[in-house]
């Protein structure tokens, strides 16, 4: 049974990162990767779960909101590789819960896929 979630994320609540969110935009994208990667990052001592269930939450949303961003001069390429690193490594402690999430996540890009 799925532990109910005592914290509402910012980045989510907020709908900062929805589909197309930030246009052709890089800055504010990246702007929004780090604020949701440091809200994260509070999480990932006092309760590891829910940091992992912050940054799959983070990485479900991420490539459709940044999908129309200019990536020529490399700086959101860099950004999100470096919140998808630090926050693997948040993920990984908690195998558990990862591996429910992922399945779930995989899942949902499944369904996602196939009403396309």
Known sequence: MARPSAHKWEFKARSRF????????????????KQATSEIRKFTRTDPVLAAEGA????????????????????????????????????????????????IWKAEAIRRSSRA
């Open 18 to 33: 929805r589909r197309h969110a930030f246009g052709w935009r890089s800055q504010p994208a990246i702007q929004r990767v």
């Open 56 to 103: 799959v939450t983070l990485f479900e949303r991420l490539s459709p909101a940044i999908e129309h961003v200019d990536g020529s001069s490399g700086a959101i390429g860099t950004a999100v590789d470096n919140a998808i690193a630090e926050r693997i490594d948040t993920i990984w402690p908690c195998k558990r819960s990862a591996v429910k999430a992922l399945a």
